[in-house]
């Protein structure tokens, strides 16, 4: 598995600060990506979050969109 830095994903932390700053479980965000049509259970979210899991770049904008976060400005936030 490629991995950068020694992570399978750059944002994972910041994914949870946010998720938890919206008073969203894992579960929560786990069945509102299902609704849109990404099926991703708590236990993967987790490991996006640890950034153990790859994170799709569809994904991550369908995260971005749920939790209501400006994905431009988290580009900016992540620099690499």
């Known amino acids: ?5 020694g992570k399978s994903n750059a944002y994972g932390t ?3 600060y946010l998720r938890n700053q919206k008073g969203f ?5 786990s069945r509102e990506l299902d609704l ?3 099926p991703i259970s ?5 490991k ?3 950034e153990t899991k ?13 939790l209501e976060i400006d994905y431009e400005k988290l ?3 992540i620099k690499l």
């Open 1 to 5: 598995m490629k991995k950068f830095k």
């Open 14 to 16: 910041l994914i949870k």
């Open 25 to 29: 479980s894992r579960a929560d965000l």
């Open 36 to 38: 849109i049509g990404i």
């Open 42 to 46: 708590g236990d993967e979210i987790y």
């Open 48 to 50: 996006i979050e640890k």
């Open 54 to 66: 790859v994170l799709k770049d569809f994904e991550l904008i369908a995260i971005c969109t749920i």
């Open 75 to 77: 580009k900016e936030i």
